[in-house]
């Protein structure tokens, strides 16, 4: 799997958005681009995933950029419980076996402040 | 909707003592399974995955072991524990899209 940058940790206040960076700069055209948090002492939780559109889902949103070299998950408006590691991970779109798996970084440690 | 189930939620074990951490996976069925472990202050990092009952590949070779006796199952075994296996084990199925992780077993090895 191409590998994937991220800064080691950001803050942020409450009720203000979040730009998480990401990039990616050797990313394949079958690559999906993927992110997970992981809130402490809990599994990673899955909270989107796209390949060349920008999403939206109730959680987040993920911008993509034209070229897909780097990416952005964006929480419109931060809250306590947003508190996390967040790892942006690339995968393959073929999800069997080996290929599927995820392979998790080090993540962007999310603190925010009230 | 799937949902993982993982017990114990935590273990403490003496080093040399065997091991079984055991996964069930709920609302789906031939799913692709996963163990990860973590260490503490580390990345998740893949142990095993199973197409099938059966059918095992082990990504990084150690005194871990693993079985899937159901389709449905998924245990994690040791013979003899180290120090070093002490961590944060997640069970993880594939879903469209993604992974889904239980809850995680948090083993200490003393």
Same mark, same amino acid.
């Given at each position: ?24 700069? +050797?990313?394949?055209? /079958? ?20 390949? /060349? ?6 959680? %987040?949103?993920? %911008? ?7 990416? /952005? ?9 947003? %508190? %996390? ?22 993540? +962007? ?6 | ?35 990860? !472990?973590? *260490? *503490? ?26 079985? !899937?006796?159901?389709? !449905? ?18 069970? *993880? ?12 077993? !948090?083993?200490?090895?003393?």
């Amino acid at each position: 799997d191409a590998k994937t940058t991220q800064p080691n940790s950001m803050e942020s206040n409450e009720e203000e958005p979040v730009h998480l960076p990401c990039n990616h700069s +050797t990313i394949s055209g /079958t690559d999906y681009i993927h992110w997970y948090r992981q809130l402490p002492s809990q599994g990673p939780e899955y909270v989107i995933h796209g390949l /060349t559109s920008n999403v939206n889902n109730r959680m %987040a949103s993920l %911008a993509i950029a034209e070229d897909r070299k780097s990416s /952005t998950l964006i929480l419109h408006r931060a809250t306590l419980r947003d %508190a %996390a590691v967040y790892y942006c991970i690339l995968r393959d779109r073929d999800y069997g076996g080996s290929q599927g798996n995820l392979i998790f970084g080090k993540g +962007t440690k999310l603190s925010v402040k009230p | 909707s799937q949902t993982i189930h993982q017990w114990p939620a935590t273990l403490v074990q003496p080093v040399g003592s065997p091991l079984s951490l055991e996964c069930t996976v709920e609302g789906t069925s031939n799913p692709n399974l996963y163990w990860y !472990r973590q *260490a *503490a202050g580390r990345g998740l990092q893949l142990l095993f995955y199973s197409v099938g009952i059966g059918q095992i590949s082990s990504e990084v070779p150690q005194n871990l072991s693993a079985s !899937r006796p159901q389709d !449905r199952q998924f245990i994690l075994s040791s013979k003899k524990l180290l120090l070093s296996d002490s961590g944060f084990y997640l069970c *993880a199925s594939n879903i469209a899209g993604g992974q889904f992780f239980g809850p995680g077993t !948090r083993l200490t090895v003393l």
